[in-house]
């Protein structure tokens, strides 16, 4: 994909951040539309979600992280209102997926991500939050 970079794409360093971005790879490149289709990540999701059909909004390719990000909350894409109202029209709830994949070994201390208990409930982090060494100090329960 970087080889060939897409029209949806920034390569070279972006914004300092990653050699190569891209949207919607699976639409303009091939063996990642198989790997949503055909690998068994589509079971998985479904499996957790309870969901009989899974539709996907978005997706984002980066590639070689220059340096690291502070802590920090992704909802780049606006929130995903997984009980109806907000984004949907009708009264039934929708279920919701937000996932992070790698493609390569991504060992904790080179950017696997840290999730926060509960921030699967689409509330905001307060700014003052900080990183907390979960080997040195563990980790403490919240509502």
């Known amino acids: 994909q970087v080889a060939n970079p897409h029209v949806w794409s920034v390569a070279g ?3 300092g951040l990653y050699d190569y971005i891209q949207r919607s790879v ?7 539309a198989k790997f949503m289709y055909y690998s068994p990540l589509a079971s ?11 539709r996907l909004a978005t997706d984002l390719l980066m590639v070689n992280p220059n340096k690291g990000f ?11 209102d997984a009980f109806g109202g907000g984004l949907h029209a ?13 493609m390569d070994d ?9 999730y926060l208990k509960g921030s699967h409930r689409n509330t905001k982090v307060s700014t003052d939050a900080v990183f907390v060494d979960l080997e040195r100090d563990g980790l403490l329960e919240y509502p």
């Open 13 to 15: 360093v972006a914004s």
């Open 26 to 32: 699976w639409a303009s490149n091939s063996d990642f």
């Open 44 to 54: 998985a999701l479904a499996g957790v979600s309870g969901a009989e059909e899974l």
């Open 70 to 80: 502070k802590w920090h909350q992704d909802n780049q894409n606006g929130p995903i």
């Open 90 to 102: 009708e009264d039934e709830p929708h279920k919701a997926l937000r996932w992070w994949v790698t």
């Open 106 to 114: 991504t060992p904790p201390d080179h950017g696997a991500p840290v």
